[in-house]
């Protein structure tokens, strides 16, 4: 079992950065591939970026791709999202998930969700 806590959402101006964290417990973070998926009011989730275990290997979805930056400590059980010029179309709740690393861009590619996070990019 791993449980999942999103922090550092908030509101920001279009062009800001923020940066998001996702702290799990229990002792196999490493054994698991970690993903962001965020879900706009009225729309469907969508994935955002994954991670893979060692922290090497990367994904992104392609709205995000140069702008956002994911990251994982193994030693801290954490990984982070790091979001630069953002947008108002940015704005949703953004959620952390563990899973296995199969399917890493869908949503049942994950075992574990935290509760979310809401990021508010102003015009």
């Known amino acids: 079992q791993v449980q999942l806590v999103e922090s550092g959402g908030g509101l920001v101006q279009a062009g800001g950065s923020l940066r998001l964290s996702c702290a799990a417990s229990?002792?196999?973070?490493?054994?698991?591939?970690m993903g962001w998926f965020r879900q706009a009011p009225g729309k469907e989730r969508e994935f955002v970026a994954a991670v893979y275990w060692s922290g090497e290997s990367t994904v992104y979805a392609d709205s995000v791709k140069g702008r956002f930056t994911i990251s994982r400590d193994n030693a801290k059980n954490t990984v982070y999202l790091r979001m630069n010029s953002l947008k108002p179309e940015d704005t949703a709740v953004y959620y952390c998930?563990?899973?296995?690393?199969?399917?890493?861009?869908?949503?049942?590619?994950?075992?574990?969700w935290g509760q979310g996070t809401q990021v508010t990019v102003s015009s």
């Open positions: 998930a563990a899973g296995p690393g199969v399917m890493i861009r869908m949503q049942y590619g994950y075992d574990f």
């Open positions: 229990g002792r196999t973070f490493s054994s698991y591939a």
